[in-house]
């Protein structure tokens, strides 16, 4: 079954060092990725997303990610955080085991991160 | 730069009252979804919908769900009866053309029943 993982519920990390939170996925096929962010009472905002090409891909806010098919894994980075960055972040995989017009995205349980100053 | 809404931002109702949750997506996206967030829990999909039809929808969404587009604008959810399991954050999100994959979210309507 097609699987998002984020191994950290939180991640706390001081305002200008680098942070990096974890995703690994399980799926058949070539994976469709992406990294969305939650700010308290807000709706999912888009960050990112691999669909082919560049393993490293870059998106909002300063934000990448690296794309590693060997690991299964899709960690998102920045490499100075800053207070703002302080939401709830999460990983989820495009549904590819069914053809046609189904989009579906699968997600990950979030990962908290905290930037203190 | 277009969004997605959702109206109301925070509905209550009492067990087995029917709610109807709105969303108007951005315009020229084609693809439209219906997840669900419990609290402290993972978003979970509901269903999908393209060309005025479900195009696929999860064990969740059984026969007390149903989407609608009215209009050429608004996409609703609605629940006939609902039950305490119901209470959760509703996100409405869309997409666009075939190669467009990003899903863009509306900002919730939070649902409690009481």
């Known amino acids: 079954a097609q699987s998002v993982a984020q191994p950290e519920d939180q991640v706390n990390v001081a305002e200008g060092n680098p942070l990096t939170v974890k995703c690994t996925y399980s799926?058949?096929?070539?994976?469709?990725l992406f990294w969305y962010v939650q700010y308290p009472n807000r709706g999912l905002q888009f960050l990112l997303k691999?669909?082919?090409?560049d393993n490293l891909v870059k998106g909002s806010y300063g934000f990448e990610a690296e794309f590693n098919k060997s690991q299964t894994s899709f960690h998102l980075k920045k490499p100075s955080a800053l207070v703002s960055d302080s939401a709830l972040y999460f990983c989820?995989?495009?549904?590819?085991?069914?053809?046609?017009?189904?989009?579906?995205?699968?997600w990950g349980l979030g990962t908290s991160l905290a930037v203190n100053p | 730069e277009p969004e997605v809404t959702q109206t109301p931002s925070h509905q209550v109702t009492q067990m087995g009252q029917e709610v109807i949750l709105r969303c108007v997506p951005i315009?020229?996206?084609?693809?439209f979804y219906w997840y669900r967030q419990i609290l402290g829990q993972k978003v979970e999909f509901l269903v999908s919908?393209?060309?005025?039809?479900?195009?696929?929808k999860s064990e969740i969404f059984d026969d007390q769900f149903s989407v609608e587009r009215p209009d050429g604008s608004n996409f609703t959810l609605k629940i006939r009866s609902t039950k305490l399991e119901d209470s959760a954050m509703y996100f409405c999100?869309?997409?666009?053309?075939?190669?467009?994959?990003?899903?863009?979210f509306g900002p919730g309507t939070r649902l409690t029943v009481t």
């Open positions: 799926v058949s096929g070539n994976p469709y």
């Open positions: 919908f393209y060309n005025n039809e479900i195009s696929e």
């Open positions: 999100a869309s997409s666009g053309q075939v190669k467009t994959y990003e899903q863009y």
């Open positions: 989820a995989v495009r549904d590819i085991l069914n053809a046609g017009n189904n989009r579906k995205l699968i």
């Open positions: 315009s020229n996206h084609l693809y």
């Open positions: 691999y669909i082919t090409g």
